[in-house]
């Protein structure tokens, strides 16, 4: 079956832009999770959806960065006034509801900011 | 907070051989679940072996395994037969019991040379 989608594969913007980043969850997958990997670094949790709503947000660096999920399967990762420390590799995983429930990540979206 | 520890940024082993990829962990929770993921030029993580903290047996995998000590919060990923499908970055993760976000350490390049 489709795994997680992410799309753009790669954004380059320039400083001060918005940006959008969008992700696909397989299917029937409740659980949805954003992580920030920079370059020679682990992934950094940002943000994780139980359904529709926000259910730990706490990864979040600033409040220049916001993530919706409206019908509970489709998310976008929004930034505001990109800078260029915003560059890395954004992942996004799902899961089924529980915790032991294996995520599944997609290829992630390389954000560049010039 | 937890974290997460590779002191290897790179290792190499000869195909076939056997290689051992260190991680620590540093936490003041007993119960919780420490994961190896891989990482190949993809960008997508996949999931290699899991162990939750309360088992004494270590997990295993076809040929990869782990030797978990939670005494010396330690949780070393042992690859056997090592084949050149298994070089990617690997990362050691670590989630806490109730918890949904996972923490990461910063990664080990494997190579495996034919």
């Known amino acids: 079956g489709a795994g997680v989608s992410q799309t753009p594969s790669n954004k380059v913007t320039e400083k001060g832009k918005y940006v959008e980043l969008r992700c696909d969850p397989i299917s029937g997958h409740t659980a949805l999770y954003w992580y920030r990997q920079s370059l020679g670094q682990g992934p950094e949790f940002l943000i994780y959806f139980q359904g529709t709503g926000a259910a730990d947000d706490s990864g979040l660096p600033n409040d220049r960065f916001f993530a919706v999920r409206p019908e509970g399967s489709v998310s976008t990762l929004k930034i505001q006034r990109t800078e260029r420390g915003d560059s890395a590799v954004y992942l996004c995983a799902s899961s089924p509801t529980g915790v032991l429930s294996p995520l599944h990540f997609g290829n992630g979206t390389r954000l560049t900011v010039t | 907070a937890q974290t997460v520890t590779q002191s290897q940024p790179e290792m190499s082993v000869q195909e076939a051989e056997t290689v051992t990829l260190s991680c620590t962990y540093d936490t003041s929770e007993s119960d919780y679940y420490l994961f190896w993921y891989k990482q190949p030029p993809s960008r997508q993580m996949i999931l290699v072996i899991r162990?939750?903290?309360?088992?004494?047996q270590n997990a295993t995998e076809n040929r990869f395994s782990v030797n978990f000590q939670k005494a010396a919060k330690s949780f070393s990923l042992k690859i056997s037969d090592s084949q050149l499908g298994d070089a990617a970055m690997y990362f050691c993760?670590?989630?806490?019991?109730?918890?949904?976000?996972?923490?990461f350490g910063q990664g080990t390049r494997l190579t495996i040379n034919p």
């Open positions: 993760a670590y989630r806490s019991q109730g918890a949904q976000k996972l923490v």
């Open positions: 162990q939750e903290a309360y088992k004494q």
